[in-house]
């Protein structure tokens, strides 16, 4: 008789989980009837489109400067206030955030989240991302904002794996000139997530370091509330 292993975050971390071949798949039309209403974000796909149209349309000139130039990390980048940058939007609470998005693999519609003994603090458990596990953790902590809807996942590249973070959805893909960028004010935590503010369509903007992300999940220490 076969009996079914529980796997430990130990052994879920010690082996790189291998990359995910990305496989299409058209729901039957019966499907489709039971599918919940669409969220109202742009995919990662169209995003990256968008972001390329404004590119040319808007940015030409100062887009192809940046290109003929070494690339230079998003914190360096904005350093220097020199360059455009190519961000993903996407809200938590009622927070606006943005972050680079050569940094995101995927966005996906949160499934379900798998408990996984001795995990971190933060960490809520994995999910299933065509057949390859990836850990899903809580910003809640880390920026300071709790989660309303809960409906959406960031998948990010950490070294030879992915993780994901929580998010409520995604808005809009924006093509920032540096220069715009204000200075962002300190952290509670002392965290240097937020690298920076910008006003886009009337609301403030924060723009995320991904890697700090991701690490500063990682390593939260969640507070309990009475």
């Known amino acids: 008789m076969n009996r079914k292993r529980r796997i430990r975050y130990s052994e879920f971390v010690s082996r790189p989980t291998p990359p995910a071949v990305a496989v299409v798949e058209q729901p ?26 404004r590119r040319q349309d808007d940015v030409r000139a100062a887009v192809i400067v940046v290109e003929s130039e070494p690339y230079l990390r998003m914190r360096d980048r904005i350093r220097a206030r020199s360059g455009i940058a190519e961000l993903l939007m996407f809200r938590v609470g009622t927070e606006l955030l943005a972050v680079e998005l050569l940094a995101v693999d995927e966005v996906i519609d949160l499934p379900v989240i798998h408990y996984v003994p001795e995990m971190p603090p933060a960490m809520l458990g994995v999910v299933n991302v065509r057949g390859s596990l990836t850990p899903v953790y809580t910003p809640q902590q880390v920026l300071g904002v709790p989660l309303a809807q809960r409906d959406a996942v960031l998948i990010f590249r950490s070294g ?67």
């Open 160 to 226: 030879h794996s992915r993780v994901g973070v929580l998010i409520d959805d995604v808005e809009d893909a924006l093509t920032l000139d540096l220069r715009d960028l204000r200075d962002a004010p300190a952290m509670n935590n002392g965290s240097d997530v937020v690298l920076g503010v910008v006003r886009h369509a009337g609301a403030l903007v924060a723009i995320v370091d991904a890697d700090a992300l991701i690490a500063a999940c990682q390593t939260a220490v969640l507070v309990e509330t009475a």
């Open 28 to 53: 039957a039309a019966e499907e489709i009837v039971e599918q919940r209403a669409a969220r109202v974000s742009t995919p990662i796909d169209l995003a990256r489109a968008l972001a390329a149209a």
